[in-house]
Structure formats: structure tokens, C-alpha cells
């Protein structure tokens, strides 16, 4: 009620205001029109709140709609008015503020009112496809306007309420309407120039990119990809456009790319400027749409017979197209490339990275067109350097929030599924040198942690093969974590670095501790103000960092301190933490339970106090896994919070997971730790003020009702063994479960026993050898420190091994009975 008593007010106040500064800029009284245009401007602003957020059904306003359809005219004549007061007019900056503020009164309409701005889809497209592909738009637009009038279309075409359903009949009649409208608004000719234009117009390198170019090379190599910054910056927003146009219409599009293709097709005059920009916007398009023209474009024959000549091509006016073709091989690697021309490219690349041209040398040549295509400085040369290997591992995905293709995987990468590591390895060692040699030699931040993260990738490509050839960027990590003090940024890459290199080097990474050590500390550690950006990164580089542990060194028990109070933040990263305690664990269960048991004890009573049922198995899985490597001293050492399982048994706890593990705990004190069981049921019967065998008939009766509970092969082969163990007793109560405990023991035989091929008789499934080695694939990586400790720790038990249950060492003996005195 409010809005529609002043809107009408405020509407005549913009339009008087509005009127006056017309008639006055047209009798050049630029002094008068600068201050109409601020009251314009302040009325506009008004109205903008007014008519976005003041009515709820606006259609149905006739002022409100009034003003929205005044609002195309006046951005005709205010941009008239940018051509007559010229680029240095008093009123430009004013008077490009006003027409920018017009187009967010259209924008924010369309986003909040949709349904309502159905009967300006027509207006809108007409204006703003007549402003930036037909002559009407010279000489008045700027950057900004374009911006906005690109992010308009492509809102059109974009939006939810304007889709019919997939069955017509099913659709709503304003979603109809909406798509009739861009139906017959989009047609052939419309597109044709459209499409001609993104390319041959907006796709085009601009002076000032090229003068960017030869001025600050790794600013210009940094392209602004992520976020929102299709909303705000000229070239993403294009791309953007482009890529809805040419998924919504690659019928008729499809064909205008590819005759543009076709035309550029040979050789390329390096004295003609013009041209060679047109092949880089072309080719710009191709990769871009990559996914689309799967069908349409033989890229095998197109590398062999055009691209491959054009990287070779060393000119140093062909930089750019060389810089250019390797980018959009890249795009098309992962979609439509064959392996068997893999090592080719990798020795084109390698000759282009080794040129000294390219690497070194500063060229002098002046250039026609901008001096930026004469030789870049040696810094720009190395990082274009990096263009040609990024290609291969890192393929940018289209910018935006489109609709994704199937290849789009999660993390922002495009996996590439057919890279075959023996046809890289023959040119790791040049490779990765010639990264090295970069990362050493550029100075932006942004360039670095792109040097950071191709590097990364290629040592998770080869894994263990890298080892030879990372002996320098092992000596220069410190230093560059030193100089990144005030750059968290490029700190979070130098951890992602770390993280893939130690899995690289497995075991051999110990000999990395004196550094990674107080970098897990330093980024894991909540009262330090990095955490904020580093924990994430810093978690994963400690987690492998154990995974990958030889042994137990005093550094590595040194830093779990810093657990407690990750404990306490109940973050996104509590997964992560509970698998960095399991891996203290594996890797020496004794010298960590002895040291920190207590206080992680409490952290978990802490815990399980006010934590999800998920939360709740995390916790338990870790006791689950003491238990498992250490039955004697884990059941001591978490021992408070035991009873508190065998109450959860008892009561016949509802989440079925939480169940399952409550009696895989059951199960394995039972089975590993039978006098500790024993004194469990009486301290349990006296809390409960029942007898002991009252309270065991219970926990037998329950477990064997939620045997179904357990899904794990494992635990309900433990299950089974922990109730048999009971039967040679001659209490009652246990002879009269006797029908249900074997009932449940034979289910579970079932479930883990398998035809054995070689003699046709049954076997245990789960049974391991101690002989018994892995077979690797060629595909797979070989098993990690924890990977081994993990198969040890199985062999050792009664559910996975032939062998007998674990033995406690003499030592851990000790640290129990001291515990008990």
C-alpha cells in the first residue's frame, strides 16, 4: 500500500527531472543538465526500489508497467546524449551512471518479477540486440552498457519460468507464452549475425589486452575465470552469451562457426594483423563450444593438418596463435583427442617450450598493429610457457552457470580420461624442469599458484615416478613458503603441491619432516589467524603425511595437540580429522593411546553428548579401530565411554548404523578382551541394579535381534565369533540362546563363504594368507604405509586371518597395568 500511494509521485517526479535535463542538454547548457541529471538520478534510484520490491503482483499495475515500458525510450535518447556530449563531457560519467542504473531497473525486474516481465521479453531482446549487433550501437555504447545488455539476453534465455515442460501439455501457459516469444524472436538471420558477431566483434583481442600483454604478461595470463565475473567484465560475459546461444541453438550456429573456421583454414599472413586476431577469436569459439561440436568436428585430422603446422609456426608475430591453438587443444582433449597423437603433441610442446625465443630471449621487432605482438619480455614468454602445459592437465571449463556437460567433474577440473602415463613419462624429467625453471622465475602470486597446481597434477599423474625429479622444488618449497608469509592464497597451493608430492614419494617423505612438520602445525592450529584459509589443505597434507609414514617419530606425535580444538569446531572437516586419530592408530597404537588417549577420551564424551547419529559412528569407528589394533590397551584406555555402548546394546539403540557399530565394539572386547568384558557387565549390572546374567541374557538376546543391523561381511563374522565364544560356558543363560546364537552364526557362514575355483570346495572369503601378496593392476597405485599396516592389522585378527587374536607386546602390558595400579 505504501509504494502504490507514492508512485505515482515518484514517477512524475523522474520524468519532469528527466525532461529538463533533455532540454537542456540540447541547448548546451551543460551546467543546468548536470543538475537535472543528479535529481534524475536520485529519483530513478527511488524508483528502481520502488518497482522491484514495492508490489507483489506488478502486472496487474498499469503505472508500474508504464514506467518499465518508458524505461526503453529513455534509454535511446540518454544514449543519444552520450553522443552529443562526447567522451570528455562534463555529464558523461553522470549520464553512463544513469543508463547503467536503467538497465539494473530491467535486470532486477526480471529476476524478482519473472512472470511480470513477460510482456518486456520483446522489447528487451529487440533493444539490446539492436545496440550490440547492428550499426545502431555505434559510436553511443560503452563497456559497461554492453555488459549489461549481454547479461539481459542471456538472463532471457536462461530463466526457469520461461522453459516449458518437457511434455507441452504439462506447461504453464506464462512459460509458453515466454518461449513463443524467444522462439520468434531467435530466428535464423537473428542468430546467423548474432553469432558472426560475438565472434568477429567482441571475441577480438582489444588494444588495451595487447598493450596488458606486453606491459605485465602474467597480469594478463591471470584471466579473471571464477565467480560472478561474467556479471561485471566484458570478455567472460561474452563467452558466456556465446555458450547459451550455441547450446540452446547449435543447429543454426553450428554451421556460422564452422564456415568461419573454414575461411581461416591454411596458412596465415603474419603481416596481417586482422587476420591473425580473427583466427584467435575463431579459434577462441571452437574451444569454448568444444562439447557441442563434438559431432561436427574431426579434431584428430584438424590437429594433423592445420593446428600442428601452426605450432610450428615460430614466427614471433604467431605467438599469439600459437599460445591460442595450444589453449584449444586443450579444450578438446578431454572430449574428442586420440591418445595415439598424444606424444606428438608432447614433443611440439616441448620444442615450443625449449625455443630460446619463447624462454629467453627479448625480441626487438617492432610490430603494425600494437607493440604488444612484437616478442613479449622474457617473464611474459615463460609463462605463455605454461599456457602450453596447463592445456594438457588443467582444460578450462566454459564460463558461467550454464548447464554443465557430462564431463564436468566436481573441483572445477575436467578429468582427462585417456591420459596414459607411459606416453608421458618419456618427457617428465624436461617437463617438470621446465616448470620448475617458471616457478622459480615468475613473480605474481596467481602465476605461481598456477605454476603450483600444474605441477601438483602432473606429480598425481605419475605418482612415484616423479621421484627422481623433485629433489630442487623439494629445497625451494621452504623458501617459497618463507616469501608467501603475507599470501595465503599461494600457501594453500604450496600445501596442495605437498600434499600430491608426498604421496609421490610414499615412505621417502620422512625425510621431508624438519619442513612439513611445522607447516601442519602452523596451518592446523586454531590461534593462528591462517587456519582460516589453511586448515582445510593443511588436514588433507597431515593426513597423508601419516598414511604415508615409515614409523612413529616424536615431530609427528608432537603436533596432534592441535586436535582438540579442531575437535571442538564440529566443522565440515570433522571427517577428515577422526581419519588423521585413525591413522595415529595404524601407525603406532601404543605410543599415541599412551600419550593422548585421555584427553581424546574426553573430547569424544564431549562429543557424543551433541552430535548427529553420523558424528556419533565417526566417533565409535575410531574406538571400533583401537580396539581392533590394540584390544588390551584400547579397551583400558576408553574405557569411559564403553559403558555407554553396552547401555546403547541393551536399550536397542534405532539408527541401525549406530547399532552396528555399538555391537562391532561389543564384539571385539568380547572376543579380544574377555576379562575386561567380564568386569564391564559387573560394573554395568551394579549401575543398573541387576544381576549379571540378567544383564548378559539381555545383551545376547538384543545382539542376536539386530544381527540384520550389520551389514559390514567383517563385523558380522566378529559378531558370530564373539557369541560362539560364549557357548563352552555352562551358564544357563547362555545355553538357553543357545538355538539363537547358532541360527545367527550359520546366516553369517553363508554370507562370507565362496567357491573356491581351483579346488571346488568352500571357502572363507575373508581369509588372508600371510603369504598372500596384492596384485596391482597397471592402473593402480601401489599401497600406502597405512594400506600395509591396515593389511597387517587384519591379518591379526580372528574375522580376517587364519592366525591367532593379536597379541599385546610386553611394553603395552606395562602401560596397562601401570594404568590400573
Known amino acids: 500500500m505504501l509504494a502504490s500511494g507514492i508512485y505515482s509521485f515518484a514517477c512524475s517526479l523522474w520524468s519532469h527531472h528527466t525532461d529538463c535535463f533533455l532540454q537542456q542538454i540540447y541547448a548546451s547548457d551543460e551546467a543546468a543538465a548536470l543538475s537535472s541529471l543528479e535529481r534524475t538520478l536520485l529519483s530513478l534510484k527511488v524508483l528502481r526500489k520502488l518497482t522491484v520490491h514495492g508490489f507483489q503482483t506488478p502486472q496487474q499495475n498499469m503505472e508500474v508497467m508504464g514506467f518499465l515500458n518508458a524505461v526503453f525510450e529513455r534509454l535511446k535518447q540518454f544514449l543519444e546524449c552520450c553522443r552529443r556530449v562526447g567522451k570528455d563531457g562534463t555529464c558523461r560519467e553522470k549520464l553512463e551512471k544513469t543508463i547503467i542504473l536503467y538497465t539494473k531497473v530491467l535486470l532486477d525486474f526480471l529476476d524478482y518479477h519473472p512472470v511480470a516481465f513477460i510482456s518486456l521479453i520483446q522489447q528487451s531482446l529487440e533493444f539490446a540486440v539492436s545496440y550490440l549487433f547492428t550499426p545502431v550501437g555505434e559510436g553511443v555504447t560503452f563497456e559497461r552498457f554492453t555488459v549489461q545488455c549481454m547479461n539481459l539476453i542471456k ?33 535464423h538471420p537473428t542468430l546467423t549475425e548474432i553469432g558472426r558477431r560475438l ?43 556465446f555458450l547459451d546461444l550455441f547450446h540452446k541453438f547449435s543447429q543454426t550456429m553450428t554451421p556460422v562457426l564452422l564456415e568461419m573456421v573454414q575461411n581461416l583454414q591454411g596458412p596465415t599472413n603474419v603481416e596481417d594483423p586482422v587476420q591473425l586476431l580473427m583466427k584467435d577469436a575463431v579459434y577462441n569459439a571452437v574451444g569454448l563450444a568444444a562439447y557441442d561440436l563434438f559431432d561436427n568436428v574431426d579434431f584428430d585430422e584438424w590437429f594433423k593438418n592445420q593446428l600442428l603446422g601452426e605450432l610450428q609456426v615460430s614466427h614471433h608475430r604467431y605467438k599469439l596463435i600459437r599460445r591460442r591453438v595450444i589453449w584449444l587443444i586443450g579444450q578438446w582433449i578431454s572430449v574428442k583427442f586420440k591418445s595415439d597423437l598424444r606424444p606428438l603433441l608432447y614433443e611440439v610442446i616441448l620444442s615450443l617450450m625449449q625455443d630460446p625465443d619463447l624462454v629467453e630471449k627479448r625480441l626487438h621487432d617492432k610490430c603494425d598493429f600494437c607493440t604488444s605482438m612484437k616478442g613479449n619480455s622474457a617473464q611474459g614468454n615463460r609463462r605463455s610457457a605454461l599456457d602450453y602445459i596447463k592445456a594438457l592437465f588443467f582444460p578450462r571449463l566454459p564460463r558461467g552457470g550454464g548447464e554443465q556437460s557430462l564431463f564436468q567433474l566436481e573441483g572445477g577440473r575436467v578429468d582427462d580420461f585417456e591420459f596414459r602415463t607411459e606416453q608421458f613419462l618419456p618427457y617428465l624429467e624436461s617437463i617438470f624442469g621446465l616448470l620448475f625453471q617458471l616457478l622459480q622465475q615468475v613473480t605474481e602470486c596467481d602465476t605461481k599458484m598456477q605454476v603450483l597446481n600444474v605441477i601438483s597434477c602432473v606429480i598425481e599423474r605419475v605418482h ?32 596442495t603441491t605437498l600434499i600430491h608430492l608426498v604421496q609421490g614419494l610414499g615412505s621417502e617423505s620422512k625425510n621431508l619432516y624438519p619442513f612439513l612438520l611445522p607447516v601442519i602445525q602452523l596451518s592446523t592450529d586454531v590461534s593462528q589467524s591462517p587456519h582460516v584459509y589453511l586448515m582445510e589443505d593443511g588436514l588433507e597434507l597431515w593426513l597423508v603425511t601419516l598414511e604415508n609414514s615409515p614409523a612413529i617419530t616424536p615431530e609427528l606425535l608432537r603436533i596432534f595437540p592441535n586436535m582438540s580444538a579442531l575437535l571442538e569446531l564440529t566443522s565440515e572437516n570433522m571427517r577428515t580429522c577422526f581419519q588423521i586419530i585413525n591413522a595415529y592408530i595404524y601407525l603406532s597404537a601404543t605410543d599415541f593411546l599412551q600419550n593422548y588417549a585421555e584427553a581424546l577420551c574426553r573430547s569424544f564424551c564431549h562429543l557424543l553428548k551433541d552430535i ?15 580396539l581392533k589394533v590394540s584390544p588390551i590397551l584400547g579397551a583400558h584406555m576408553f574405557q569411559p565411554l564403553l ?19 555399538y555391537l562391532g565394539i561389543t564384539g571385539r572386547v568380547l572376543l579380544q578382551n574377555s576379562s575386561f568384558f567380564s568386569s564391564l557387565l559387573t560394573q554395568m549390572a551394579s549401575e543398573c541394579n541387576q544381576g549379571i546374567d540378567q544383564l548378559l541374557g539381555n545383551v545376547i538376546e538384543m545382539w542376536v535381534d539386530r544381527m540384520d543391523n550389520i551389514t559390514q561381511p567383517e563385523r ?6 564373539a557369541l560362539l565364544s560364549l557357548l563352552p560356558s555352562d551358564n544357563s543363560v547362555i545355553q538357553d540362546k543357545f538355538c539363537g ?38 592402473d593402480e597405485e601401489p599401497p600406502t604405509e597405512q594400506d600395509k599396516r591396515k593389511k597387517l592389522a587384519s591379518r591379526q585378527v580372528p574375522a580376517g586371518s587364519e592366525g591367532p587374536p593379536l597379541e599385546e607386546s610386553g611394553e603395552e602390558k606395562k602401560v596397562v597395568s601401570n594404568r590400573l595400579k
Open 199 to 241: 565472434v568477429s566483434h567482441y571475441f577480438l583481442l582489444t588494444e588495451e589486452e595487447l598493450a596488458l600483454w606486453e606491459e605485465d604478461p602474467e597480469g594478463f595470463a591471470v584471466e579473471e575465470t571464477g565467480g560472478d565475473s561474467w556479471k561485471y567484465s566484458l570478455r567472460p560475459c561474452t563467452e558466456v552469451l
Open 155 to 187: 538472463m532471457i534465455l536462461q530463466n526457469h519460468t520461461y522453459k516449458p515442460a518437457k511434455n507441452i501439455e504439462d506447461s504453464k501457459p506464462e512459460s509458453l507464452e515466454a518461449h513463443n516469444i524467444k522462439t520468434a524472436f531467435f530466428t
Open 464 to 495: 612415484i615416478q616423479i621421484r627422481p625429479y623433485v629433489g630442487c622444488l623439494v629445497q625451494y618449497l621452504p623458501l617459497l613458503w618463507k616469501q608467501s608469509e603475507d599470501h595465503n592464497m599461494l600457501r594453500c597451493a604450496i600445501l
Open 612 to 626: 548427529t547419529n553420523e558424528g556419533q559412528v565417526q566417533v565409535l569407528k575410531v574406538v571400533e579401530i583401537a
Open 643 to 661: 559403558p555407554a555402548v553396552l547401555r546403547g546394546v541393551v536399550d536397542g539403540e534405532r539408527y541401525p548404523v549406530v547399532m552396528s557399530t
Open 741 to 778: 546364537i547358532v541360527n545367527i552364526c550359520v546366516e553369517a557362514l553363508h554370507d562370507v563363504m565362496t567357491e573356491d575355483s581351483d579346488t571346488g570346495t568352500s571357502r572363507d572369503c575373508m581369509l588372508m594368507s600371510n603369504f598372500e601378496e596384492p596384485k596391482l593392476s597397471e
Open 716 to 721: 558380522r563374522k566378529l559378531s558370530s565369533l
